[in-house]
């Protein structure tokens, strides 16, 4: 008997309702059109791991894992309404522990829809996705090393906005989002968060000369902790001094309510000045500097490309809630957790009931060339609930059902500061075979528990497709963590054969 870990509170229970509803209708639309595309495939995995928990040295125990993994899409690319569903069901198999095994839903589907004429529209998304409860935890690169350190996170939105042009004069957008937010984890409250922008920007007629307006509030209903509102009014004006260069200043002010140390959430005004410069058709760069309540702050996003490569950069600051990190992330559907590539940047949706700062910068090379793709990418990120250093407001979580959850990892230190490259290279020995190299290694730091966890995973692949229909794959990895508590340390080594099929 499969043993599932999602589960089957009230909370998770109304996302699978919403969930079979959206796939139901998706999946009934391919009965009376011809535009609207069905797939189905099934996939076949078996791994053998000689540390299949990610424990110690003293702890180490080898199985073979099998997965079997049916999955089904729907898709339709039409002028008013377009629909990308994709399901899959992954159910794991252990032989030398049976009560390990488990079954993990994956979903991501989305659709828009125009309802009126070029100026009322709706958005819909949900999603089902795992992730590490606690960053402090043993993790690996997929759900196959049974840790008892994956969650899975329900997420489901519904976003009608209207967009409506005043001529050349000005362009109205408003949007309004629902969403909920739940996960597995009943240490980790669900919320219903409602967000509501409305902005009004200058059009053609003003010349060189633009302006806008704009109000946003977010507002996040918890289950059992006290709610959280963000909210931001602004205005801006720019200069376009020549073809490829622009001046924008903005300034506003933020009202923020959430529970802190002080009693009183931060907020106040801000300003932000702005330099955007395009010095080609294919090279973009926005720098700005401003200052918020929590200090002096910089933005910056660059993009370029040339004929067989890509190049991005940006850095961001802002506050952020784990659960309105996952209502938008628009988490892409891989099949498993998470590709091997993105496997080290996946702690930018931590899993807490804190409101926490968030500063990131990350860079992105990809390169593609006759035979030969490579990528190549990087980041930093601090995150932390000491919010305002100057008054050293620390932002907290007011629980009252629970105790709180022991795996919240800012119950645990107030600032935690990550560092992670990775990459990957990909040759194609002919149109049917081809193979691929990944790395990656993150550098976790946590200020208040005096501990540094450095992880890295290896993962070399061999592909080959044997029809239209069927493909198959070989691969070996190993992944290690090197902590100064020797206790979290661990290494496994691990080897997997795959096919996949399309009907």
Known sequence: MIKNKIQKDDRNIRAHQFIGIVLALALSGTAVAADWKFTAGVGATETYTDNVTLGTSGGRSGDFVTSITPRIGVKKDGARLKVDAQYSMQNLFYTQDSARNTLFHQLNARANAELYENEIFLDTTATISQTSISPLGASGTDNTNATNNLASVYAVT??????????????????????????????????????????????????????????????????????????????????????????????????????????????????NANVSWSPSTR???????????????????????????????????????????????????????????????????????????????STAFSWTRGKSDFSLAAFHSTQTTQIDQNTNTVASSLITGNTG??????????????????????????????????????????????????????????????????????????????SDQDTSDFNENSISGSVNYTF
């Open 158 to 271: 519904v976003s009608p906005y209207w967009i409506h042009r005043f001529g050349s004069t000005a362009t109205l957008n408003v949007r309004n989002t629902l969403s909920n937010v739940s996960t597995s984890s009943e240490e980790f409250s669900s919320s219903t968060n409602n967000t509501f922008n409305a902005g009004l920007a200058s059009g053609s007629a003003f010349g060189r000369v633009s302006w806008g307006l704009n109000y946003s509030q977010q507002s996040s209903d918890y289950q059992d902790r006290s709610n959280v509102t963000l909210s931001t009014t602004t205005a801006s004006l720019g200069y376009l001094v020549t073809s490829r260069l622009r001046l924008t200043g903005t300034v506003g002010r933020e009202n923020n309510s959430f529970t802190t140390t002080t009693g009183e959430a931060p907020g106040g005004v801000f300003w």
């Open 283 to 361: 090279t973009s760069i926005d720098l700005g500097y401003g200052h918020r309540f929590f200090g002096n702050t910089w933005n910056f996003a660059f993009k370029t490309r040339g004929p067989h490569s890509t190049w991005s950069a940006d850095y961001s600051e802002g506050l952020n809630t784990s659960n309105s990190q996952f209502a938008g992330s628009g988490i892409a559907f891989t099949g498993t957790r998470q590709a091997p590539v993105d496997v080290f940047l996946f702690n930018q949706n931590v899993l807490t009931n804190q409101v926490f700062l968030s500063k990131r910068f």
């Open 405 to 482: 959850s022991g795996n919240d990892i800012f119950l645990q230190t107030n600032n935690v500061k990550q560092v992670g490259v990775n990459g990957s290279w990909n040759w194609k020995f002919s149109p049917l075979i081809s193979s691929n190299v990944t790395y990656g290694v993150i550098r976790s730091s946590y200020s208040d528990l005096n501990r540094t966890d450095t992880t890295s995973s290896l993962q070399l692949g061999l592909n080959r497709q044997f029809s239209s229909q069927l493909n198959g794959s070989l691969s070996l990895r190993r992944q290690t963590r090197d």
